[in-house]
């Protein structure tokens, strides 16, 4: 393990630490340590001397298999809460029931290789890109291209997108850091599929108080084993 990848993952673990320390739900730890992570992440690519190929309204990578931890699907929901309509609400749950019937007939690793819309993409843009989960901030890519034939080829995976090493390493790093704090202070750590947690989160708060009492969160959803 590298120093730099050590040393960030520390200073984030002491960071959400103190923050999540006699919080009743992760929500505003969580969302302090997103705005870290993105100052950092966005230092990392002005420094590096190879950039992303990622730009506004290219959405290929939202097609492939989306995972989150629990914290991460209880505060979208907030999010959504507070941000979307009635109407939008429903129609984000009708196209994660979509997906989660398809989900629930295929093997983890059909899963893998089959493009499923993700609910949340709407007109090629994440809408609920501030609080979207750990997993989707790490991916970026430095072939447009190649994204472009995996989402075409999804079956193929030799295709490689590309990533800018020295961000991909901080950005692992700082989620690390995150996450290791969430599970010292006694938070379900687990990691669920996104479209199955999402349905559970909002088919009443029983999720919310499982994790508040430091169990586990999703009894419904489908939990990743990795
Ligand atoms: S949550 Fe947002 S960024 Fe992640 S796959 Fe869905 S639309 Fe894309």
Redesign the pocket.
């Known amino acids: 393990m590298s120093d730099i990848f050590q040393t960030t993952a520390q200073h984030e673990y002491q960071r959400s630490a103190a923050q999540l320390k006699g919080s009743k739900d992760a929500n505003s730890a969580l969302e302090k340590s997103y705005a870290r992570y993105d100052n950092l992440i966005a230092t990392a690519f002005d420094d590096a001397t190879t950039k992303p190929a990622c730009k506004a309204g290219c959405?290929f990578?939202?097609?492939?298999k989306?995972e989150?931890r629990a914290h991460e699907i209880l505060l979208?929901k907030n999010y959504m809460n507070k941000n979307f309509s009635a109407e939008k609400i429903v129609a984000v749950l009708q196209q994660a029931a979509g997906n989660a019937e398809i989900i629930r007939t295929i093997t983890p690793e059909q899963h893998l290789t089959t493009n499923l819309k993700?609910?949340?993409?709407?007109n090629n843009?994440?809408?609920?890109?501030p609080v979207?989960?750990f997993?989707?901030?790490n991916?970026h890519s430095t072939d447009a291209l190649a994204c472009e034939a995996s989402f075409n080829n999804p079956a193929d995976m030799e295709i490689a997108t590309g990533m800018v090493e020295e961000v991909a390493i901080l950005a692992d790093a700082h989620t690390q850091g995150f996450e290791a704090a969430a599970e010292q202070a006694g938070r379900d750590n687990r990691i669920y599929d996104?479209n199955t947690a999402l349905l559970e989160v909002f088919a009443d708060d029983q999720p919310l108080k499982r994790y508040q009492r430091g169990k586990k969160t999703f009894q419904q959803a489908i939990e990743v084993i990795s």
């Open positions: 959405a990578c939202c097609y492939y989306v989150a979208i993700c609910a949340m993409l709407d843009q994440c809408s609920i890109y979207r989960p997993r989707c901030r991916f996104f």
